[in-house]
């Protein structure tokens, strides 16, 4: 006679949670889901390097505009382009820190977080050069 009061409970056989053994099934099969910070990582990254490079185009036709224009400290156009800037400069550095998380997660496919770090890095060397472009100047 079986003493386990358990064993005429019809939900005991529902598994709930992910067993260890559907982790290493999913390994074995080469199915592995995309990583959700790397995705993250890829559409930050294109929108900063879009946002950077839409200020910076932006900044390129003032100037070609207006040649003889000289910009005051405090004008609003001025102030839109270094907010762009930091903007952009913030969202690459959040695409940077979702690639690395994307990159640590052991059972999820590489490739979003490893296009992610190359384009926010791309675009992260570009913001800086242009940083140090204007401080030269």
């Not at 939900?11 to 990583?35: E, I, Q």
């Not at 926010?120 to 100047?137: F, K, W």
Request: hydrophobic share 50%; no cysteine.
């Amino acid at each position: 006679m079986n003493d386990d009061p358990y064993d005429d409970n019809p939900y005991a056989a529902v598994d709930y949670g992910r067993s260890p053994r559907s982790t290493a099934r999913r390994r074995k099969s080469k199915t592995l889901p995309h990583s959700g910070p790397g995705i993250a990582s890829f559409i930050l990254s294109i929108v900063s390097a879009m946002m950077f490079f839409a200020v910076f185009a932006i900044a390129i036709v003032a100037a070609v505009v207006n040649p003889d224009e000289e910009l005051a400290e405090g004008d609003p156009r001025l102030l839109f382009l270094g907010l762009g800037v930091i903007g952009s400069g913030l969202l690459t550095l959040l695409a940077v820190i979702f690639g690395v998380i994307g990159l640590i997660q052991t059972d999820r496919k590489k490739i979003f977080p490893i296009i992610g770090l190359v384009i926010s890095s791309l675009t992260l060397i570009a913001i800086v050069g242009v940083m140090v472009l204007g401080m030269m100047a």
